[in-house]
């Protein structure tokens, strides 16, 4: 059955592959791009390597929060339901970068822009019979978090601040499964692998698996009929494993909820 999928930070790497793989199979793809001309480009790539025509673009850049607020509003209006939500877009950033908005860039691409295109858009996703949500974390998700230090303020490097903005994303997928009502919307993260994409070059050096490895993972979360209850797990290799210990805290959960919910309440 064919569902509409959006996917954010889909005009290269793990996101482009996902959306090919997945406009393969049939589905309407929608894909998020940081510019206009790169999601142009991407939809007719796309389009051309899949023969499938139900390709389209929303571009918004996710450093800051009032262009989310503008797609989540094209959204709404351009279509009439999103059954699946890849959260994915990611950057790593080797030394701090503050934005023009004051929150560190890491942090607010990787972890608070999701979270805020995700609250937004729940209404939406309720007239799916079945969402899902699929938030993309990794297994280097860091195994503690100190709230003084949340976007590098204390101290700053490059991996610690990427760990930690993928143990937000744990974090967050939990507390919102606890939120939402399976039935209607289910959330779950995922570790895609470790895959050759310019992110992972730029911290770690060229290394691991073909886009195709992750967009697979993806899929999975995204098709299989199996999983239409599962909710508030995380994945890696097709399969539920545990998460690092804090990421269950539920006071850590609902400190971060409370965190990023002030945030949202200044930036937008």
Avoid at 179 to 207: D, E, R
Avoid at 225 to 249: M, P, V
Wanted: glycine letters at 6%; one cysteine or more; proline letters at 1%.
């Amino acid at each position: 059955m064919s569902k509409t999928i959006l996917i954010t930070g889909a005009t290269d790497g793990i996101g482009k592959a996902t959306a090919g793989l997945l406009a393969s199979a049939g589905h309407e793809i929608i894909i998020h791009a940081r510019t206009k001309e790169q999601g142009e480009k991407t939809v007719r790539e796309i389009q051309q390597k899949t023969n499938n025509t139900a390709i389209t673009f929303v571009a918004a850049d996710f450093t800051e929060l009032v262009h989310i607020s503008t797609l989540v509003k094209t959204l709404t209006k351009q279509f009439k339901k999103i059954d699946v939500l890849i959260n994915n877009a990611g950057v790593y950033r080797e030394e701090r970068n503050v934005l023009k908005n004051g929150l560190e860039e890491n942090f607010m691409v990787n972890y608070l822009a999701h979270f805020y295109l995700t609250t937004e858009l729940l209404p939406f996703l309720e007239k799916s019979q079945q969402a899902r949500i699929i938030n993309v974390s990794s297994m280097i998700h860091a195994s503690e978090i100190d709230f003084e230090n949340l976007q590098g303020e204390k101290w700053y490097d490059g991996s610690d601040a990427y760990s930690r903005s993928k143990l937000c994303n744990v974090l967050f997928t939990y507390k919102l499964a606890g939120n939402l009502n399976k039935n209607q919307i289910t959330v779950n993260a995922v570790h895609p692998g470790v895959i050759n994409t310019k992110l992972l070059i730029a911290g770690w050096g060229p290394m691991g698996e073909d886009t195709r490895f992750a967009a697979e993972r993806f899929a999975f979360l995204a098709e299989n009929r199996a999983l239409k209850d599962t909710t508030g797990k995380y994945f890696s290799n097709n399969r539920e494993i545990s998460s690092s210990q804090i990421s269950y805290n539920k006071e850590v959960q609902n400190k971060l909820w409370d965190i990023s919910t002030e945030l949202v309440k200044k930036l937008v």
